[in-house]
């Protein structure tokens, strides 16, 4: 007998998470008219956008959408870590590669064309040149 799994279930996030993210959005937007209305010196209005900025991600990362946006980002950094990348050898052959059946394929289709063009233009129409 088959064991049966039941499939995973996608809850809603929870007020907290959503009041998280809505706090965030605000510091974004915060952030982006502080700039613009406060009318001191520049590195105050960087200051001030760059500080809300950054506490809005902090937020953002502190929601489960963050959480797992976080946790994403290191399985995919883990991945990349497995991947068994070319030798410089391997992949300037490779290269060399695509570039002679890029030019072969090129050839081919331009002599295709010019046949074409012959047979149509020149014997089915009679449009000599």
């Known amino acids: 007998m088959m064991a049966t799994t039941s499939p995973e279930i996608e809850t809603v996030s929870p007020a907290a998470d959503k009041a998280k993210l809505a706090a965030a959005a605000l510091l974004v937007v915060g952030g982006v008219a502080a700039y613009y209305l406060i009318k001191q010196a520049d590195w105050i209005r960087w200051s001030a956008l760059i500080l809300l900025l950054l506490a809005a991600a902090a937020t953002f990362f ?43 394929m090129a050839s081919f289709l331009w002599l295709t064309d010019k046949t074409l063009e012959w047979v149509l233009y020149d014997l089915v129409l009679g449009w000599k040149r």
């Open 62 to 104: 502190l929601s489960e959408p963050g959480k797992q946006l976080l946790a994403f980002g290191r399985d995919a950094w883990r991945e990349t870590q497995k991947v068994v990348w070319p030798s410089r050898k391997e992949a300037i052959q490779m290269t060399g590669y695509v570039f002679a059946f890029v030019v072969v």
